[in-house]
C-alpha cells in the first residue's frame, strides 16, 4: 500500500524477522505510518509477533520507553 522498499524502509514483517534471525530480545518499532493511528499499536504488534518471539514495543507518539 505504501510501497516502503521504493522509500528504503522495512515493513513490521521484515523487521521482525530480521530480528528473530539476530535473535534479538528486544524490538522496538518506530517512524510508523499515520493512516491508522488508533489501532496502529495492536495491529503491528499482532503482525509482528507472528514473525518475532521477543518482546516487541510500539509507541505511541510520545509515549516514553524506560530503558
Known amino acids: 500500500m505504501f510501497s516502503p522498499y521504493e522509500k528504503h524502509h522495512s515493513t513490521v514483517k ?3 524477522e530480521r530480528a528473530e ?5 528486544n ?3 518506530y517512524h510508523t505510518e499515520d493512516k491508522n493511528i488508533h489501532n ?6 499482532e503482525e509482528g509477533q ?3 518471539s521477543g518482546n ?4 505511541d507518539d510520545l509515549e ?3 530503558l
Not at 534471525?21 to 530480545?25: C, E, G, I, N, P
Not at 516487541?56 to 509507541?59: G, K, T
Open 27 to 29: 524490538l522496538l518499532l
Open 56 to 59: 516487541l514495543y510500539v509507541p
Open 21 to 25: 534471525r539476530l535473535d534479538v530480545r
Open 40 to 45: 496502529r499499536k495492536e495491529l503491528y504488534i
Open 14 to 16: 521484515d523487521a521482525c
Open 64 to 66: 516514553t520507553i524506560e
Open 50 to 52: 507472528k514473525y518475532y
